[in-house]
């Protein structure tokens, strides 16, 4: 099954391409119906959001707006379930392109990863996605330990039999990986993720 990239930005009336991904456009939620429109009706049943936050105060160390209620993903999922209520919606849970120095999760002052922190961020990011109405929260970070985190979360919730959990962090060194980090605008600030 065809899962379709959108990168969605917090500017509703976007609509830029991307020139490292050729024909693929950020866009903002102003814009996608009519995009998914012909898509749709051609066959398209499945769709994958990232967001692109592109306001001057949109990042910082925490990636706080990542699961803000009137951030780009969570205003896209309540707009396509509504206009299309038959679109499998999933979204990418990470916080490289809401933290300001681009990494995948909170990190400690010496610059390495504070993995207890990253982890329970990552969940409550998930859990806005889920709890939006995404029909699969899919953590793209490599944290140790955060599917069970947000799977338990989920089950606490109640939620857990209505969303699926896909982990796909397996690209990291992969040759796409390098051309969705510039179309989200994540690049990190300093070292990679070769680790």
Known sequence: ???????????????????????????GINKLAAFLEPLLAR???????????????AKDTFGTAADDPSGPVILAIRLLRRRFPSLFISADVCLCEYTSHGHCGILRDD?????????DRISDVAMAYA?????????????????????????????????????????????LYGPFRDAAGSCPEFGDRKW
């Open 111 to 119: 610059g390495s990863l504070n993995n207890e922190l990253s982890v």
């Open 1 to 27: 099954m065809l899962i379709y990239p959108l990168f969605i930005t917090d500017n509703p009336d976007e609509e830029t391409l991307i020139p490292s991904l050729p024909g693929q456009y950020r866009r």
């Open 43 to 57: 066959g398209l049943k499945s769709v994958i959001l990232f967001g692109v936050p592109l306001a001057a105060n």
């Open 131 to 175: 709890q939006a109405g995404a029909h699969c929260v899919a953590p793209s970070d490599m944290n140790d330990g955060r599917i069970r985190a947000i799977k338990l979360k989920l089950i606490e919730a109640g939620i857990a039999h209505q969303v699926v959990l896909m982990s796909y962090s397996a690209k990291f060194s992969g040759c």
